[in-house]
């Protein structure tokens, strides 16, 4: 069977064709698509939005030890969510193959930083392979797989949002889907107390040893041999740039298992050239790797660590004899911030931009323009769920000093089931007085209208219990709350001077819908 996919499209096809059957994450950009991908196969794979990052992986381990091949999907960002049962299942390892997708964001598409992940694959000591085309999204579930039940611990696979996006030919070779279950596995290694996790430390280092020099396992790496003189190592999706820039002009080793990365297969390979490279995006991952195995290389000493890397930076890198290449800095100008047409949130924005003198926190989301034209109206934003937590902070610290000035933070539905209930909690326990506001569209738009707990839909489209967000505020004990209509100044003007006048705790809920969504599902629904 031959396909045009993109990367996210191909992840999806190789899990179902691999017999994936349990799916989970939280929808972000670059990722989002995999899910919903893998949700049109729900006559044989459960696939689901959890509420944040963290709870899914934690799902995917649970249905990993019961003995179904699982995959736990989010953007770079999320992983650091997630971080707490990563890097526990490395020691404790898997029952059924388990794979995590982190879908990094080089050059800050759609995002609050340009984090690199690879960082987390040594970090957690968890194996890590780099496709560079959809052909190898593809192929790559079943590597990851087979090195996930080889040595009984999760496989990560690291997209990027071009990986993510773009679409080449693949080639399925299979029409039919296999079907892998494995028993449960009842082990003192899957109870990590102290005397348990000691030795599990140790074992983990063994099969990391063990699997960087052993290159046995099919596709972990790809060498072109075309020059004695110049060789260079690259992965992912900057191979395509080499490519691009260089076409066989030079030798390259293309790493597709990028940690541990294969010792013999570099060596050896260093040893055939004179002048060896690493090209990579964003932090050296690669070449402090090469680096520590004694190998002399050139690496971000000529090429930039932020950004994407395109072929006019690696054609200039290598023009000018390897010059320290100089970025072309521009001075940050920040655009004029619009929201959809008919979003609520130009009418909550435009009014919340007359209240000059207070300190507004925000979360991360549409709402996250907020800061640049017409509005000016947030002041700080850090994190999904941070929305909360830093308002609680700023009050506190507003207090402290005497600056009684009321703080407001803002966040929408989703990300408050994502974390924000946490930092609520925080602020509820621990006594701080901001004013929060939840804008509910009911939708999780930014990344394209998901469904959330606060729908009546799940990603398997079927209709579930709706959680009822003043009735939690309620159980939560909430004394201060009032929902309002924020397509009507007068009542968003209402709500938030009458939130002013209280001097404990406030949450007022936006009470809305995302227009486009609506749209979207009446379209559906016609067709």
């Known amino acids: 069977?031959?396909?045009?996919?993109?990367?996210?499209?191909?992840?999806?096809?190789?899990?179902?064709?691999?017999?994936?059957?349990?799916?989970?994450?939280?929808?972000?950009?670059?990722?989002?698509?995999?899910?919903?991908?893998?949700?049109?196969?729900?006559?044989?794979?459960?696939?689901?939005?959890?509420?944040?990052?963290?709870?899914?992986?934690?799902?995917?381990?649970?249905?990993?030890?019961?003995?179904?091949?699982?995959?736990?999907?989010?953007?770079?960002?999320?992983?650091?969510?997630?971080?707490?049962?990563?890097?526990?299942?490395?020691?404790?390892?898997?029952?059924?193959?388990?794979?995590?997708?982190?879908?990094?964001?080089?050059?800050?598409?759609?995002?609050?930083?340009?984090?690199?992940?690879?960082?987390?694959?040594?970090?957690?000591?968890?194996?890590?392979?780099?496709?560079?085309?959809?052909?190898?999204?593809?192929?790559?579930?079943?590597?990851?797989?087979?090195?996930?039940?080889?040595?009984?611990?999760?496989?990560?696979?690291?997209?990027?949002?071009?990986?993510?996006?773009?679409?080449?030919?693949?080639?399925?070779?299979?029409n039919n889907r296999k079907e892998i279950h494995f028993p449960i596995e009842r082990s003192r290694r899957f109870d990590p107390i102290p005397i348990i996790s000691r030795q599990l430390h140790k074992t983990l280092e063994n099969k990391i040893q063990n699997l960087s020099e052993n290159t046995n396992q099919i596709n972990l790496f790809k060498l072109e041999k075309h020059s004695n003189k110049i060789g260079i190592i690259t992965s992912g999706m900057s191979y395509n740039y080499v490519k691009e820039a260089f076409g066989n002009l030079f030798s390259i080793l293309k790493l597709n298992l990028i940690f541990p990365i294969p010792k013999k297969i570099v060596k050896d390979f260093a040893n055939s050239v004179e002048q060896l490279y690493v090209i990579e995006e964003l932090d050296p991952f690669l070449e402090e790797e090469i680096l520590k195995l004694g190998i002399k290389c050139i690496g971000k000493a000529v090429l930039p660590r932020t950004s994407e890397l395109s072929t006019r930076i690696l054609k200039s890198a290598f023009q000018f004899q390897l010059d320290k290449f100089e970025e072309n800095t521009t001075s940050f100008s920040p655009k004029v911030s619009l929201f959809c047409k008919g979003c609520f949130y130009n009418v909550f924005f435009n009014v919340l931009s007359n209240y000059k003198d207070i300190i507004i926190s925000s979360d991360i989301g549409c709402y996250s323009m907020s800061g640049g034209e017409p509005f000016n109206a947030k002041d700080i934003a850090i994190c999904m769920g941070a929305g909360f937590s830093l308002a609680h902070g700023i009050q506190i610290a507003n207090n402290y000093l005497k600056r009684y000035t009321r703080v407001i933070g803002i966040m929408g539905d989703s990300t408050f089931f994502h974390s924000g209930i946490s930092s609520l909690i925080n602020c509820i326990y621990n006594k701080s007085n901001p004013v929060l506001i939840i804008l509910d569209n009911q939708s999780t738009s930014m990344t394209g209208f998901q469904d959330n707990p606060g729908t009546e839909k799940n990603l398997m489209q079927e209709k579930v219990k709706k959680i009822d967000i003043l009735n939690l505020l309620k159980a939560l004990n909430v004394q201060h709350t009032r929902e309002f209509n924020p397509f009507s100044s007068a009542e968003t003007f209402s709500a938030i001077n009458w939130a002013l006048t209280c001097k404990e705790l406030v949450v007022l809920i936006a009470k809305g819908h995302c227009l486009l969504k609506l749209s979207k599902e009446k379209r559906k629904k016609n067709d």
């Open 1 to 174: 069977m031959r396909l045009f996919l993109t990367g996210n499209e191909a992840i999806a096809l190789g899990f179902y064709f691999n017999g994936g059957t349990f799916a989970s994450g939280y929808p972000g950009t670059p990722s989002t698509e995999i899910l919903e991908k893998l949700s049109e196969y729900r006559h044989v794979i459960h696939s689901e939005w959890a509420p944040n990052e963290k709870v899914a992986v934690e799902s995917v381990i649970g249905a990993s030890f019961a003995g179904l091949r699982s995959i736990a999907v989010m953007k770079h960002v999320g992983v650091n969510v997630a971080t707490d049962p990563i890097f526990t299942v490395a020691y404790t390892g898997i029952n059924a193959g388990m794979i995590i997708v982190t879908a990094d964001d080089p050059g800050i598409h759609s995002s609050q930083n340009e984090q690199d992940n690879r960082n987390y694959s040594r970090f957690a000591k968890i194996p890590m392979l780099e496709p560079s085309s959809s052909q190898e999204c593809y192929d790559f579930i079943e590597i990851a797989f087979k090195i996930s039940e080889y040595i009984k611990l999760p496989v990560f696979i690291r997209l990027t949002t071009r990986i993510c996006h773009s679409k080449t030919i693949v080639e399925t070779n299979q």
